[in-house]
């Protein structure tokens, strides 16, 4: 059962994320230091005139479009900061489809020189590899697959602003590759399959930071590599075969070891898999810090009708002691997934790994909430409400999405009761469909990626032509377009905007432009040619877009303060 919807407009909406004040601002230390959001503060040396400009900010909105190229609305430019296969050291490229983005300044002082963290999703053999899968009698060969595994898991790669552009320090000691043949460590006490470390991460989708600035990753749909172990009524099991790559074909690595949130360490590039936060199709990983040490970590499940997950660490800086609750947004209930204390799980798993590795099958006994694709989570830095992308459900009737919005009781993090409520939904009304990822600026203004699959946009019998291509919106907090959805950018054609990310000083928005012309069968004719490289192929790559804009979003909250005081 679906969480109850509400009918959206302005003044909901308004109501719904909340004034924002002076001093409002819940957002942990780690958030601010790292960019994701930060917390809106009023600094001094705006004059009358500057302010009442400010005031008057009208954001103009691009109407939406299938042209292919990505445009941007007025106030804002962009630069490609890396594209797919570029050279990051002597040894290392860039890997293909970015997806989820990271900055950490090496130094807090200088929000201008850091690590950038890009996730590499997935591959499309044609480009990577060579392979065309649409001729069915050629098979795979090794080397194709070893170029695949090399495509995916996540690249560091420093990056430093000069003159206003960002640039890679080429040879950096810093810029490093995990892919899928990277050995990682499983921060657990029990080997799965036998093994306590296991080879490579892929399928990496979204992610988050941790407060001891380290990168999370996370693997989402995993069971298109290795395929999928099934269990049958009396458990015994089959193999189910990968959705896209056959790597099992190849290399004999259990889908056990897959389907984890993955924690990355800039400094050298270990990296460690989290079982204690459960195994499924993880599309993101945002934590909260207590202010005894604690760790509060949300992630969903991004398939249809599956679950949204918070884990309680019971130590601090710990992502392993701790309890793995499930929602059950109809009652407003966290549910614990815990074997010593469920009988319904006691009855059916033989212990604590393996509620853990199936922890769909364990969330659906315990009676958790079927969810529409949750997807991004993002938790709102003015009132500490919880944000998750709700991308759409086919198979219900939901082409759309929503977002639904959770509020923990008394504010707290580790409380197990909450509300659960769904102010937007997705659809030509309102001028969006299928948020995914989400982003807070430092005035608590909503920025919002959309994920309409490529084989349905721009289709005239499909739902999603009024929309034309993915885009980027936002949703500003103050003055007179407070509460609005307005699209600020459109991607190129088949491509899909993901990672939002705003530097420490909130003056650069980096994003990724993911699979454009992800629609192309042949090489020499592909769907898309952004960005418009010699080479004339599309590149999945990740940009840079600054302006007065971004500057004047970011200001909104002073505006405000000060507006007040007036």
Known sequence: MESPKKTYNRKEFISFLGKAGLGAAIVPPFLVRCGNTSTPTATGGTSNEQLEKLKNLALEGLPASDKDDLLLSKGLDYHTVIKWNDKISTQDTFGFNCDFTCFIPLDDNNPKDGLLWVNHEYIDPLFVSGYDPNIPELSRTMEQVDKEMYNVGGSIVRIRQENNIWRIVHNDPHNIRITAKTPIELNWDTPIKGKT??????ANCSGGITPWNT????????????????????????????R?????NFYDYPPEHYGWVVEVDPKDGTAQKHIALGRFSHECCTLYQLNDGRV???????????????????????????????????NGKWLAMDW????????????????LIRAREAAKLLGATELN???????????GNIFVSLTNNKGKGDNHGSILKIEEANGAFDALDFEASTYIAGGEENGFSCPD???????????????????????????YMAFKNNSLFVIPRYGKDAGKVIRVASAPRDAELTGPWFSPDGKTLFLSVQHPGEQTTDLSNPTSLWPFDEDRIPKPSVVAITGDLIEKMNKLSQIETEGSKS
């Open 437 to 463: 990822n989400l982003a807070f600026d430092m005035s608590g203004n909503l920025w919002m990626t959309s994920d309409m699959s490529g084989s349905a946009m721009n289709r005239p019998d499909g739902p």
């Open 244 to 248: 896209y790559y056959g790597w099992e």
């Open 373 to 383: 694709r949750p997807e991004d989570i993002e938790i709102d830095p003015i009132t």
């Open 296 to 330: 509060v970590a949300y992630t969903g499940d991004d398939k249809n009708d599956e679950h949204l997950y918070k884990f309680v660490s019971s130590q601090p800086n710990s992502l392993k002691e701790g309890t793995l609750y499930v929602a059950d947004t109809v």
């Open 197 to 202: 470390t296991v080879i490579g991460s892929l």
């Open 215 to 242: 990168f999370l990753t996370c693997e989402e749909n995993y069971d298109g590599f290795y395929g999928e172990t099934l269990y049958d009524e009396n458990d015994q099991t089959t193999h189910k075969p990968s």
């Open 340 to 355: 010593e204390n469920q009988a319904v799980l006691k009855n059916k798993f033989k212990d604590q790994t393996e509620v």
